[in-house]
Every structure is written in structure tokens, then in C-alpha cells.
């Protein structure tokens, strides 16, 4: 049974940082892809970054240069380092895992598509 599980998330001020966390457990294939979305009140899904098993990483442009998505494989754990966060960043986040490690690029720029397995979500609230 693979399980992701988010946490983290926190409501912050305008420009401050957090770091999510999402611990992959049950997930054996050596070859993946792991990403973070983000889904507003109203909004669809936006994909903000991904990381292949040979930790490739592609960042839509809304969060280039300011978020940063590593794993640490060990701990069979995904992060996602966000600075300068802005009130438009406010939403619900969430990590999805996939075989194929080509397919998670794909979600993320196009926003079409869907991943193996996803978790339920941690918030994100940027106060201005």
C-alpha cells in the first residue's frame, strides 16, 4: 500500500519561508518521478515542481527561483523549500508519486494528466 503524507504547511507573512515535507511510504520502483501541486479555492490544479529519480528537477515559472524541491532518499522523503512566498502562493499543496519518471513533467507544465498516487494535502497561507 503506498501512502504519501504531507505536513508543514502554516500560515505565514508575505515574503517569510516554509519548507513542506512528504514522507512516500510502500513506494519500491526505482525508477520514478515524485511532484508537488497546489490547488486554490476556485482554481485548478497548477503544478509547481517535480524531481525524477535521477533528480532531474523542472519548477513551473509562477515559483522559479524562489521554491526549491529535493528528496532524500534514506528517509524516503520529498521537500519543498518555499521563499519569498506571496499571497498568490495561498493553497492547499500536494505530493504525487508516479513510475514513469518522465510522466510528472508533463502534469506539471502542461496541467493535463494525473499521477500514480497522491497524498491529501497540507495548507498554505500567505498573509499580505
Known amino acids: 500500500q503506498v501512502q504519501l503524507v504531507e505536513s508543514g504547511g502554516a500560515s505565514v507573512q508575505a515574503g517569510g519561508s516554509l519548507t513542506l515535507s512528504c514522507g512516500v511510504y510502500?513506494?519500491?520502483?526505482?525508477?520514478?518521478?515524485v511532484a508537488w501541486f497546489r490547488q486554490a479555492p476556485g482554481k485548478e490544479r497548477e503544478g509547481v515542481a517535480t524531481?525524477?529519480?535521477?533528480?532531474?528537477?523542472t519548477y513551473a515559472g509562477s515559483v522559479k527561483g524562489r521554491f526549491t524541491i529535493s528528496q532524500d532518499n534514506p528517509k524516503n522523503t520529498l521537500y519543498l523549500q518555499m521563499n519569498g512566498l506571496k499571497p498568490e502562493d495561498t493553497a492547499m499543496y500536494f505530493c504525487?508519486?508516479?513510475?514513469?519518471?518522465?510522466?510528472?513533467?508533463?502534469?506539471?507544465?502542461?496541467?493535463?494528466?494525473?499521477?500514480?498516487?497522491r497524498g491529501q494535502g497540507t495548507q498554505v497561507t500567505v498573509s499580505s
Open positions: 504525487a508519486a508516479h513510475r514513469n519518471p518522465f510522466h510528472c513533467i508533463h502534469v506539471v507544465v502542461t496541467g493535463r494528466g494525473e499521477l500514480d498516487y
Open positions: 510502500g513506494y519500491s520502483y526505482s525508477r520514478y518521478c
Open positions: 524531481i525524477d529519480s535521477d533528480g532531474t528537477t
